[in-house]
């Protein structure tokens, strides 16, 4: 029989984070299957209250790890760096680069959630909602002088997504 400590820690996250991003896409099939089309409206604010409760978890774990976030730059860094602790392997730590003024610019060219629309056979512009609303939340969680701007989806049929880390005006 083989141990927990005898599986690589790699492949526990992957597995582990693979399981919990399948999460709200079954979620979602069941309820609907339950409730029908009559509920859509309220299961999608409901999804998306969902994860702007999970973006603003994104202060705590940047404050555990004493992660900076006095500026655009070092918010878009570790918002990336918490994004990748949540959603694992799968997601693809971006390039992230100065903008101008006090702004970052942040690039994927992959993401989980995307990738679980094709495995669930889900239109990826459905998911656009609870992705922004994950961002959003986390950001001002990180510092709420600051918001994220988006550019480009991969959900919305672009080849990436791009995302304007700025302070707000």
Do not use: H
Request: aromatic letters at 8%.
């Amino acid at each position: 029989m083989v141990n927990i400590d005898q599986i690589p820690v790699e492949v526990r996250w992957r597995l582990a984070t693979q399981a919990v991003n399948d999460l709200p896409f079954v979620y979602s099939m069941v309820y609907q299957n339950v409730v029908g089309e009559m509920y859509t409206r309220e299961l999608e604010e409901a999804s998306r209250r969902i994860w702007m409760e999970a973006g603003k978890e994104q202060a705590a774990v940047a404050r555990a790890f004493a992660l900076p976030v006095r500026n655009a730059l070092q918010v878009a860094r570790a918002f990336s760096t918490v994004c990748v602790l949540y959603m694992g392997p799968e997601m693809d730590n971006g390039e992230i680069r100065q903008g101008e003024g006090d702004s970052a610019i942040l690039t994927l060219e992959r993401c989980p959630m995307y990738a679980r629309t094709k495995k669930f056979g889900v239109d990826p512009k459905k998911i656009i909602t609870d992705c922004r609303a994950y961002c959003t939340a986390g950001i001002q969680a990180l510092n709420p002088d600051y918001e994220m701007r988006f550019i480009r989806s991969l959900c919305a049929g672009d080849a990436g997504c791009e995302m304007r880390v700025e302070r707000k005006k």
